[in-house]
Structure formats: C-alpha cells, structure tokens
C-alpha cells in the first residue's frame, strides 16, 4: 500500500479551517456496505450504529500548520507537509511529488533564499 492510494481531489472550501464549536454536532459519514448506501448524519449520531462488541477507534491527532512549498533548481514546484519533529531541525514530511524528489536535491523556500 501506498500513500498515493489515498489521494484524492477534495475541494478547498469542503475541508474545514477550525473544529466545530459544539463537536458532536459536526458532520458523519456512515458507510453501508450490505446496502451500498452513503448517509449524512452528525457526530452525537454514531451510537445509533454501534452494536455490541464494536470497538470504537478515536484520533485524537493534532495538526500542526506546517505546510511549505519550495522549488526545485529545475523550477518544479515542491510541496512538504511536516508532520513530526524527530530533533532540532530534522523532521518527518510528506514531500509531493515524493517519487520525483531524489536523495540529494535542493530546494529553495520562499523569499528568504532557505535552502534544503
């Protein structure tokens, strides 16, 4: 599997900018797949679908706004989404394109002439 099986157009103005001021009131999606069925419900709703025995999985990851577009020496555009620090200035990212971004290539961000 790769990250790339899950990319998918999602337009900007769907995608939500701050979380829902009452959280159980914000949107669910509930899948059927014996009736191959898509429902929109709210979130205080998903008990309606639990059955004993579910187990129910909660993210409680946080986002952090870390997202930085640089260009190659090429001229390509890169974009790298940070997602954890590992120590000092290292960090895991999501690099796109990843599979045209080689060891070993530079990338300048912004005005300020940082490099990579």
């Given at each position: 599997?790769k990250?790339?099986?899950?990319?998918?157009?999602?337009?900007?103005?769907?995608?939500?900018?701050?979380?829902i001021?009452?959280?159980?009131?914000?949107?669910?999606?509930?899948?059927?797949?014996?009736?191959?069925?898509?429902?929109?419900?709210?979130?205080?709703?998903?008990?309606?679908y639990?059955?004993?025995?579910?187990?129910l999985?909660?993210?409680?990851?946080?986002?952090?706004?870390?997202?930085?577009?640089?260009?190659?020496?090429?001229?390509?555009?890169?974009?790298?989404?940070?997602?954890?620090?590992?120590?000092?200035?290292?960090?895991?990212?999501?690099?796109?394109?990843?599979?045209?971004?080689?060891?070993?290539?530079?990338?300048?961000?912004?005005?300020?002439?940082?490099?990579?």
């Amino acid at each position: 599997m790769k990250v790339t099986d899950f990319d998918y157009d999602l337009p900007e103005e769907l995608i939500a900018q701050v979380p829902i001021e009452k959280r159980d009131m914000s949107r669910l999606m509930v899948l059927n797949t014996k009736k191959q069925t898509i429902e929109h419900k709210i979130f205080s709703d998903v008990i309606d679908y639990l059955e004993e025995g579910d187990c129910l999985v909660i993210n409680n990851t946080k986002v952090i706004p870390a997202r930085l577009y640089g260009k190659k020496s090429t001229g390509a555009n890169v974009e790298f989404l940070l997602l954890k620090q590992l120590e000092g200035d290292i960090w895991e990212c999501i690099v796109r394109p990843g599979n045209k971004l080689k060891p070993g290539t530079k990338v300048t961000f912004g005005d300020r002439n940082i490099k990579c």
